[in-house]
Structure formats: structure tokens, C-alpha cells
């Protein structure tokens, strides 16, 4: 398992989809993960510090878990499968561990409340990552030597990769120094 922090949150720009930028600690690895509207705005809140005048689901459950006595552990984005990301949430209670399945969204709402670090297994990063070349500052893919480069995409191809590519024509090296998750679109 790497340890990852929220890089970002931003919107692609060819279906409004929203994106959570997952960033290996120390690396220049990336994870990002499509999300729905309102788990974007569950986590860009916390992470702005924004009240709201009411708890919001995540927050309702963060209460519920101190409540009862149990805490969040850790996260971990644990799997992907047909383009779909798994998650666990790990809690504590008494002498337990607990996992519990969700979706990362979820999980990573939960984790900026709670202040849970955030995971993922090596197999996910691997699969979905993207890294950073230091030198241009573009992105590459870095099992994309391994594909068939000489294939056009196809129309479906291209649609599930529009949020990852705007993601990649957004990347910026200036970004790099600034350790502050932001929520922007991109």
C-alpha cells in the first residue's frame, strides 16, 4: 500500500464529470478517480473549512462513529474493476478492526473528516496511474509502451478517458510546490 494525499478536485471540461487527484506521497505518481457531484462537494468543503448549516452525510456518520466510540483507521482504495474504483474504510472500535466496503468517494470524504490517511494498493496505481515527467511537465502513462500504441481510440475509448486527459492537459509544474489540496476546474 502507498500512502496518497488529495491533490486536487477538478471538473473535466467535455462532460462535467469530477475528478479527485490522488497524489502518491514523495512521487510523481497520480490516481484520479471519477466522482459524483456531491461527494466532490463533501470533500471540497472540508477541505476549504466552508460551514454548512447542516451536517452533511459524511459529517452525520463522522458524528455517529465518535458517538459510538470507533474511529477511522485509514482508508484504502483497494481495487479496480471494469473501470470502477473499490475502496475500504479500516475503523477502529474497542479492541476490533473493522473493513468496510465503499466507494472511494465516500471513503475519502469520510478520511478529510475524520483526518484518516488515505491508501491505495500498489496493484490500483499500477493500473491507474499516471506519473509526471520532471523534464516537460506533461504526463505519461506508464503502461501505455506495454499497449497497442498504434490503434486509434475508439469513440467509447475516448469518452471514458475525456475527464484523465483533461486532467493531463491541466497539469502544471508551477502546482507542484504548493501542498494545499485546491478544488478547481480545469
Known sequence: MLEMSIDSIRVSL?????VVILKVNETDRYLP????????????????????????????????????????????????ANDTFFAKIVIAHNDDTVEIDARPSDAIALAVRTKAPIFAEEEVINNAGVELDMETGKAM??????????????????????????????????????????????
Do not use: C
Not at 467535455?14 to 469530477?18: G, H, M, T
Not at 470533500?43 to 458524528?63: E, M, N, S, Y
Not at 509502451?145 to 497539469?171: G, H, N, Q, W, Y
Open 33 to 80: 478517480i471519477w466522482i459524483g457531484p456531491n461527494e466532490a462537494d463533501a470533500i471540497a468543503l472540508k477541505l476549504q473549512d466552508v460551514d454548512v448549516p447542516r451536517p452533511l452525510t459524511h459529517d452525520l456518520l463522522t458524528a455517529m462513529l465518535k458517538v459510538l466510540g470507533a474511529s477511522v483507521n485509514r482508508i484504502v482504495v483497494s481495487e479496480l
Open 141 to 186: 502513462i506508464p503502461n501505455a509502451m506495454e499497449a497497442d500504441v498504434d490503434r486509434p481510440l475508439d469513440e467509447d475509448e475516448l469518452k471514458r478517458l475525456s475527464a484523465f486527459t483533461d486532467f493531463i492537459d491541466t497539469l502544471n509544474l508551477e502546482d507542484l510546490g504548493d501542498d494545499k489540496p485546491s478544488s478547481t476546474s480545469g
Open 14 to 18: 467535455s462532460n462535467y464529470q469530477r
